[in-house]
């Protein structure tokens, strides 16, 4: 029938995969998270599981994967956008992932759709999807040394030699992701993740991330639908109904990098209330950058942090000034741990 009816290899494949759960390949994911996007929730769908998982680890029992029945929660890890994230466990391999929780009605195809498919080493790599009557679960690979935020918190703030560390590698996911044109449009130190070890940073939630078109960049405003992020990372061309682009993921990076330095977000030691405002109309948050910085880092935040887009720094343009900010600070606290031995 399908073939007949001229009917797209993928709807045909979605058909497919109504009302069960699978182990596929990426791309029915890709088409399966379209379809929910299509169908609305409805009453009749309370016991509705479906989805599909792209790994051996996580085992569908019948075409079924049900919460407590095939895996189960072991402790809540933390939020995203729109969800709470928990540490799971598969019933029959043992196996041990991360979850997103999110209701039925926020869910985005894009969360799915545009981080299906990457092989970047700097994000978070998903292992499937599967809805439960209301609720949309995400599957992704559990990394245990927690998120930055998490570490900010307990620091206080970073020294300025790990801040370029983890801003460094943030960059090279951005590089990858502005290549795949595609937009995180949350990116700050929450949705940073760090192995045991916090020698490695990975990006994740792309619960605000859009595909971008080239033909349409520099013409098009944000998708009706599209969820805004964190509003003390937000980049002043959101604030202002503009053109959109890669370039707001830099703005947002630079406020993380403040975030690192500062131990708080960018605009909110000196203002309380709604920030759009003064994101808009007042100068970029230099003020912010730590006068104690090495020139070469206060160089990569005012590269970021530019209000007209197209003079904003790009990931790559970005990488190079903090890689070069990186020696000269590395340099600097070797001369000062040779002074001190020296002086000893
Ligand atoms: C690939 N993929 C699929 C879903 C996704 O959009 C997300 C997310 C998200 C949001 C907030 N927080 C976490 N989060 N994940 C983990 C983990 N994987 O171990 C985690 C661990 C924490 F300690 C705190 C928050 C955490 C994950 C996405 O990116």
Excluded at 274 to 283: N, Q, S, V
Excluded at 287 to 306: H, M, W, Y
Excluded at 320 to 326: I, M, S, T, Y
Aim: charged share 25%; hydrophobic share 35%; glycine share 6%.
């Amino acid at each position: 029938r399908a073939i007949s009816d001229n009917r797209s290899v993928e709807e045909c494949m979605v058909d497919a995969l109504k009302g069960s759960v699978s182990n596929e390949e990426p791309r029915s994911l890709i088409a399966i998270a379209k379809m929910w996007k299509k169908s609305m929730p409805d009453s009749e769908d309370s016991v509705q599981n479906e989805g599909i998982l792209l790994t051996e680890k996580l085992k569908a029992v019948d075409y079924e994967y049900r919460e407590s029945m095939h895996w189960t929660k072991l402790q809540r890890l933390g939020s995203g956008s729109y969800g709470e994230v928990f540490k799971v466990q598969d019933k029959k391999t043992q196996f041990q992932c991360a979850v997103k929780k999110l209701p039925f009605g926020c869910f985005r195809p894009e969360e799915l759709t545009t981080c299906t498919g990457l092989t970047s080493p700097r994000v978070v790599p998903v292992y499937g999807a599967v809805r439960e009557g209301p609720w949309i679960m995400i599957f992704m690979k559990l990394i245990e040394g927690g998120s930055l935020g998490q570490l900010i918190k307990e620091s206080g703030f970073l020294p300025e030699d790990k801040a370029l560390y983890y801003l460094d590698q943030v960059l090279e996911g951005l590089e990858y992701l502005h290549e795949h044109n595609i937009l995180h449009g949350d990116v700050k130190a929450d949705n940073v993740l760090l192995s045991k070890d916090r020698s490695q940073a990975f990006l994740c939630d792309f619960g605000h991330a859009a595909h971008l078109i080239p033909e349409d960049l520099g013409k098009s405003h944000m998708p009706d639908d599209y969820l805004p992020g964190t509003q003390t990372h937000m980049a002043p061309e959101i604030m202002m109904g503009k053109h959109w682009s890669s370039k707001m993921d830099i703005w947002s990076i630079c406020c993380m990098m403040l975030h690192m330095l500062n131990g708080c977000h960018p605009w909110t030691r000196y203002s309380s209330g709604p920030l759009c405002f003064k994101i808009a109309r007042e100068a970029a948050p230099w003020k912010e950058i730590p006068v104690s910085c090495n020139s070469f880092t206060a160089d990569v935040l005012r590269a970021g942090l530019q209000k007209e887009p197209s003079r904003r720094a790009s990931a790559s343009e970005l990488r190079g000034k903090v890689e070069l900010a990186q020696r000269k600070v590395s340099l600097k606290r070797f001369g000062q741990e040779k002074n001190r031995a020296s002086s000893h």
